[in-house]
């Protein structure tokens, strides 16, 4: 049976590119918002200097009811990844992909034995522990995730499925679909996620029951997927041990003011776009200032992209965020 498709929500013309693309791959996601609606608000809102529209986007989202919902043709395209990748492939990349979007509050925080969802702590951000799901160990710097609905991985496989055969795109996914390829999926063609190229995401959440699903559902194989080549001349943290270090950064700018910790998070994002990574000191715990150390890429990234997101002070070991 057909996906009963709706269409009520729509990107208008202008907001994605709209030119027919061949297609050979299929990302997933999760909004890290709330519903369908508010995705297609932020995206329409979505512009840069001078007025101009980004073009991000997916062509369908999933609403928490399970409804799929077609934002855009899916032979067309917008921005996904966020890639810093060459622009040759990573415009490439971003072209032959369909982009679904599961409705979801994404990775919570947990304190005090509290879930709270979007990096926020408040009484409107609370989520019940019967919600959630336990990755059982720290995903990206979070153990807890809002739980997909049945009725959103119901539509997921059948949507999967259907595209797969549209589109001829290869039934299958990396084998090891919560580890981090890079750009060694730059011409991978199936199923991935978006956390499969971008360390500092989390989507789709960490559950294996999804990966099992898509298989049950549609047909997916998992195969082989080399981890990215390491570079000679200097050593590079492993898979591992970048998963080690998100968590334990996570962790120690979580203990940080919530503010201070959040544009701690950011830095560390960026950093990690530009192949830079660094681990933070153990800070002063509800403190505005923690200490770090670069332990791999290029040092002088870190004051520029500090200042650019606007700490109060950057030094080539303290970063301090103002307290008001």
């Given at each position: 049976m057909p996906v009963l498709v709706d269409r009520s929500l729509r990107l208008p013309r202008g907001e994605y590119f709209s030119g027919i693309q061949r297609k050979s791959g299929i990302a997933i996601h999760h909004t890290a918002g709330g519903s369908a609606?508010?995705?297609?608000?932020?995206?329409?809102?979505?512009?840069?200097?001078?007025?101009?529209?980004?073009?991000?986007?997916?062509?369908?989202?999933?609403?928490?009811?399970?409804?799929?919902?077609?934002i855009f043709n899916p032979t067309a395209w917008a921005f996904q990844f966020g890639l810093r990748w060459p622009a040759a492939a990573r415009l490439a990349f971003e072209r032959r992909f369909i982009g679904i979007e599961i409705a979801s509050e994404g990775a919570l925080i947990e304190q005090d034995g509290e879930l709270y969802c979007f990096d926020r702590i408040s009484s409107r951000t609370r989520k019940p522990r019967d919600q959630a799901l336990d990755a059982g160990?720290?995903?990206?710097?979070?153990?807890?995730?809002?739980?997909?609905?049945?009725?959103?991985?119901?539509?997921?496989?059948?949507?999967v499925d259907e595209l797969c055969t549209r589109f001829e795109i290869p039934r299958q996914y990396p084998e090891q679909p919560f580890e981090y390829y890079g750009d060694r999926l730059a011409r991978f063609e199936g199923v991935i996620g978006h956390a499969m190229v971008r360390?500092?995401?989390?989507?789709?959440?960490?559950?294996?029951?999804?990966?099992?699903?898509?298989?049950?559902?549609?047909?997916?194989?998992?195969?082989?997927?080399?981890?990215?080549?390491?570079?000679?001349?200097?050593?590079?943290?492993t898979s591992l041990e970048i998963e080690a270090l998100f968590a334990q950064n996570a962790e120690r700018a979580d203990a940080m003011r919530v503010a201070a910790g959040s544009l701690v998070k950011a830095l560390l994002m960026e950093l990690e776009r530009r192949g830079?990574?660094?681990?933070?000191?153990?800070?002063?715990?509800?403190?505005?200032?923690?200490?770090?150390?670069?332990?791999?890429?290029?040092?002088?990234h870190v004051q520029p992209i500090g200042r650019a997101l606007g700490f109060k002070t950057v030094t080539d070991r303290l970063l301090e965020v103002r307290s008001a």
């Open positions: 609606e508010a995705s297609v608000r932020i995206w329409c809102r979505d512009h840069g200097n001078g007025g101009r529209p980004n073009l991000v986007g997916t062509a369908f989202i999933i609403g928490h009811d399970g409804t799929v919902f077609e160990h720290p995903y990206r710097g979070y153990r807890w995730f809002d739980r997909y609905e049945p009725a959103q991985i119901r539509s997921l496989g059948k949507l360390l500092d995401k989390t989507d789709p959440a960490p559950d294996p029951s999804l990966w099992q699903a898509l298989e049950r559902e549609a047909g997916l194989k998992p195969t082989p997927v080399a981890p990215p080549l390491r570079q000679r001349g200097r050593p590079v943290l830079t990574y660094i681990r933070l000191d153990a800070p002063v715990p509800g403190s505005h200032q923690i200490g770090y150390q670069v332990v791999q890429g290029d040092h002088r």
